[in-house]
């Protein structure tokens, strides 16, 4: 690991974990909670040196519930999510694996900043949707990964898993789609490795899909943004 490396797992950790004890107070509306997510995306992606494009920001709702989904590279993929919903007044709970409950890194902040326990190695379900549910009743979205786990592969999305379908066909949900175009993975490691330079990462609004629809889900996502 070079020294600019280090510098920059540091001061993530530092902030990542400043902002979590900042999300530890449980009084905080939706708004404020989603202006401090939002000051935490710019503030590491700034130092990052990565601008985040919005395309077809027009197709973003400006209010209501909904789920929305997006594929999944890298862990600044919330991040640049939070960016492209600056101007929504959309506020969301996001879905997060156990593992991340528990990590040095990341734990305080995933416990405090706004997510609903997803445990894969429960064989009850019922309290996750019922978390969904209590979250959609609050005025909140629901923000969601289908794949389950980052896209290491070299097809632009991979398979979605069921859970994604069910939320909405459960809760009457209509979805966002969301496409991040840019590989953020190795965005992230250049600029991990060199942040003097400017960089891009773009991310494309998709028509709402109909809950009625994610039966399909995965197909519609495909046809939204003209993947193979």
Known sequence: MNFNKLK????????????????GNKTLSN???KEMRIEYASTILSKLNIDVVVENQEKLPLDGNYMLVCNHRSVIDPLIVEIALKASNIYGVWVAKKELYNSF?????TSNA???L????SKQMAGFFKDVKEA???????FIFPEGT???SHHAISEFKSGSQLIAIKNRVNIIPVYINSNAHEVLKEAINNNKIQREITIKIGDVIPYKESKHLAQRYKESFGLE
């Open 8 to 23: 920059l797992v540091i001061y993530a950790a530092y902030v990542t974990n400043r902002f979590g004890f900042r999300f």
């Open 31 to 33: 708004d404020v909670r």
């Open 105 to 109: 890194f990341f734990g305080k902040f």
């Open 114 to 116: 706004g997510t609903i």
């Open 118 to 121: 997803l445990d894969r190695s």
């Open 136 to 142: 959609l009743e609050k005025n909140q979205s629901i």
């Open 150 to 152: 980052r896209n290491k």
